[in-house]
């Protein structure tokens, strides 16, 4: 079958979703109403709540969503099942589940003062399942800044070219945003600078590679970046969000927007037919086609990250109600389409050899052998995008590698500002002095480093993907108790709670009897003290999960 096709009626899916079952939750669920003032305007400080753009606005909380999961995920899915399980569950799952997800989540927030999920859920189902979800939350933040901080020094050292223009583009962003706040210059011409700048560097990178010696201050080049960025972060997430954290993220957007752009007419004018199987088994290495593959492709459909972002750092810089339908529902989405596109590479652009042998565009061989996702999605992207005239395999193979370090950079400071306002929530009345954003921003900065750098974080990745989506499950519950108190529908999120709820548990149930089997008891012991947690969280919401009232 040829690619243009499922490519076609994927994007015309996404688009009708968005216009049709987005518009539909904007007024029967979120009753968006632009007379209320968003807490950007209401809690102006400068810092955190500050309204932003719309445009820079989508850039921050899209390219903070993104990261590596709708690139890393899809390409597992094809590898275990097949493209047609995998591109089905985007499809479906990005619009009644994922895009829901993001969308009441951000306004949900919004509509309580811009406070966190976990800080909801303590006035909506009690002060126990704040704690829980808190620490639940908290703890997966950090992993996620310690994976994203070793996989980014890890490709500032296998790609030294794109180490100018990563650190170039934190300096363009504090220029960006003092040009548009403080002198009122207006976004496009801003923008255009901007990226002529960043693609000047990304030139000038290319030109003059910065390779670090073996040693560097008593740490190998791998650990001297990560250490680098970790400092990074605390400073990103310290800062006010207008100067450094929503420019540099909005123009990381442009980098994705280019690409994808680039990427799907490379598709159009290659339109390869796809010679991966639509089902590869029911059953992989892995685990059963259900519950993993729907745990494997996590920010492609669905992703409790998201929220945690939707209610943390967007919903404090939202300008009005009537724009949080553009910003999560259609973030979602435009997600949806990269994901398609990964799994477009996968099943098209690389070639399907379960033999493994070597070979340059060798799916299995890449993913398996080589063990390289990355190496994998810039590969594919590179052999699409050669099709374009003036564009060889090796450009589009770098520009592939560029577009997913920045939003790796960008979910890990993000993260790091998340982190924070969750440690303030939950400590900061008791402790004052955990109100101060440096000392918030350096705890779990220090704890993010020691599982990065020691290398801790390889013992519980392996359970990350199955409790981020019980993420989405809980936060689902605690936007669905939200709805039933101020007496709207709660049917359109209770339903992908319930599922994603056991879904998540079954894929845990299903990791930790074999961790056992394995006799990795650490891993099969915190498996079952996730579903333990999430028990306790069920039975509080009991009166939400299992009432028939208020479903209409």
């Known amino acids: 079958m040829n690619t243009l096709i499922i490519a076609f009626i994927l994007i015309v899916w996404l688009i009708l979703g968005y216009r049709i079952y987005g518009s539909f939750i904007e007024k029967r669920v979120v009753q968006a109403d632009n007379s209320r003032p968003t807490p950007a305007i209401e809690f102006y400080d400068g810092i955190d709540y500050s309204p932003a753009k719309k445009a820079l606005l989508f850039g921050h909380h899209f390219s903070s969503i993104a990261g590596a999961g709708p690139i890393i995920g899809p390409l597992l899915g094809v590898l275990y099942f097949g493209w047609l399980g995998a591109i089905l569950w985007v499809a479906i799952g990005s619009i009644f589940l994922g895009a829901v997800h993001d969308y009441t989540s951000l306004m949900t927030s919004v509509q309580n003062k811009g406070t966190s999920l976990a800080d909801i859920s303590e006035k909506t189902l009690g002060l126990r399942t704040k704690i829980i979800f808190s620490v639940f939350l908290w703890l997966a933040l950090a992993l996620v800044i310690a994976v994203f901080a070793v996989v980014a020094s890890q490709t500032l ?3 030294p070219e ?9 300096f363009i962003a504090m220029i960006f ?11 496009p011409t801003a923008t255009i600078f901007a990226l002529a700048f960043l693609f000047f560097l990304i030139y000038l990178g290319d030109l003059y590679p910065v390779r670090l010696p073996a040693q560097i201050l008593g740490l190998s080049p791998q650990s001297f970046w990560f250490y680098i960025l970790i400092v990074y972060s605390l400073f990103a997430s310290s800062l006010p969000v207008w100067f450094l954290l929503q420019p540099r993220d909005y123009i990381s957007t442009w980098i994705l927007f280019i690409g994808l752009g680039l990427g799907y007419l490379g598709l159009i004018v290659s339109h390869p037919s796809i010679n991966a199987p639509a089902i590869v088994s029911f059953s992989s290495k892995g685990g059963p086609l259900w519950p993993i593959l729907f745990t494997i492709i996590a920010c492609g459909a669905i992703s409790g990250f998201h929220s945690v972002v939707a209610g943390g750092t967007t919903a404090k810089q939202l300008p009005d109600e009537a724009s949080g339908k ?5 973030g979602m989405v435009t997600e949806a389409a990269l994901a398609g596109l990964v799994i477009f590479i996968a099943s098209s652009a690389l070639i399907w050899d379960p033999t493994g042998t070597q070979s340059q565009f060798g799916f299995q061989y890449l993913m398996t052998s080589l063990g390289d996702p990355i190496q994998a999605f810039a590969t594919g992207y590179g052999k699409f995008i050669s099709s374009l005239p ?3 395999l090796t450009s589009g193979l770098f520009f592939g590698i560029v577009m997913l370090n920045a939003f790796v950079l960008t979910s890990l400071d993000t993260g790091t500002r998340l982190g924070r306002f969750i440690f303030t929530e939950l400590l900061s009345k008791k402790i004052s002095i955990f109100k101060n954003r440096w000392i918030s921003s350096a705890f779990i900065l220090v704890f993010a480093a020691v599982l990065g750098g020691t290398e801790g974080y390889k013992v519980i990745w392996p359970i990350f993907g199955a409790s981020n989506q019980l993420v989405a499950a809980l936060a689902l519950i605690v936007v669905s108790s939200y709805l039933v108190g101020v007496k709207r529908p709660k049917k359109y999120t209770i339903y992908p709670a319930w599922f994603m709820l056991i879904t998540t548990i079954g894929a845990l149930l299903y990791q930790g009897y074999h961790f056992f089997l394995s006799k990795s008891y650490f891993l099969g012991s915190v498996t079952f003290i996730l579903i333990a947690l999430a028990l306790i969280i069920v039975y509080d919401a009991r009166t939400i999960l299992f009432s028939r009232k208020n479903k209409m």
């Open 157 to 159: 050292v296998s790609q």
């Open 177 to 187: 945003g003092w040009l548009i706040y403080k002198k009122g210059i207006n976004v």
């Open 162 to 170: 794109i180490v100018m223009p990563t650190f170039g583009l934190i």
């Open 326 to 330: 553009f910003i999560g529902f259609g």
């Open 390 to 392: 003036g564009l060889s």
